[in-house]
């Protein structure tokens, strides 16, 4: 298995400001991914964290939006841009662990946008 | 793309009871995955289940990959396995991309 942590576990942030999320794993990892959980749904992939290149995006997600860095096998973050209340949702990091097929879930960090 | 539909929507049970819960998919995957959230967001991994069958305490799960289903049994609930039951499957494109049902939310009262 693999631990996760994420910063902050929640904000709340005004209208047009950015927000960024980290998150750490304990160990190296080749597939890191970001999701987001709005209020009442399921989760929904945003992007596939790259180490070393750009992150790859699912379809409704910008990088403009969304810019994700991966500077490492062990650590990513996750920016919120110009945020509206539409933006309120949790968000959580997971990574894949090579050989286990699984993939591992942070405890999220919960936006509220005012 | 692939579609993840699972069942009931939500559920109420009184403690003691069992209960099964449902997930169809339309194509064929290489990954299905059981998670429960609890009440405050964390989502924790129940089974790693492409087929076959687990078990674990109280809970077991079947998958009939040939017939793309999955049944998770939570057998004798208790209060603290109210939340929100995901089933998420990964495509057999090498992506390990989850993609998740919309979740069966169960509330076990005492």
């Known amino acids: 298995s693999a631990v996760i942590s994420q910063k902050p576990s929640r904000d709340i942030c005004q209208r047009g400001t950015s927000l960024t999320i980290q998150c750490q794993v304990d160990?190296?990892?080749?597939?890191m991914f970001w999701y987001r959980q709005q209020p009442g749904q399921s989760l929904t992939l945003i992007a596939t964290?790259?180490?070393?290149?750009?992150?790859?995006?699912e379809s409704g997600f910008v990088i403009d939006k969304f810019p994700i860095s991966r500077p490492n096998l062990t650590f990513s973050t996750l920016t919120v841009s110009n945020m509206s209340p539409e933006d309120s949702s949790i968000y959580l990091c997971?990574?894949?662990?090579?050989?286990?097929?699984?993939?591992?879930f942070g405890p999220g960090t919960r936006l509220t946008v005012l | 793309g692939i579609q993840v539909e699972q069942s009931p929507p939500d559920l109420i049970l009184q403690e003691g009871a069992n209960s099964t819960l449902r997930c169809n998919f339309s194509?064929?995957?290489?990954?299905l995955q059981w998670f429960h959230q609890n009440p405050w967001g964390q989502l924790i991994n129940l089974f790693y289940?492409?087929?076959g069958t687990k078990q674990n305490g109280r809970l077991s799960a079947t998958t009939v990959a040939t017939e793309r289903y999955s049944l998770l049994y939570i057998s004798s609930s208790q209060t603290t396995d109210s939340g929100v039951y995901f089933c998420?499957?990964?495509?057999?494109?090498?992506?390990?991309?989850?993609?998740f049902g919309s979740g069966t939310r169960l509330l076990v009262r005492p």
């Open positions: 964290a790259n180490q070393g290149s750009e992150a790859t995006y």
């Open positions: 194509d064929s995957v290489n990954n």
């Open positions: 289940i492409p087929s």
């Open positions: 160990s190296q990892v080749t597939m």
């Open positions: 998420a499957v990964d495509k057999m494109d090498s992506s390990y991309k989850l993609i």
């Open positions: 997971s990574v894949d662990i090579a050989n286990a097929d699984t993939q591992y």
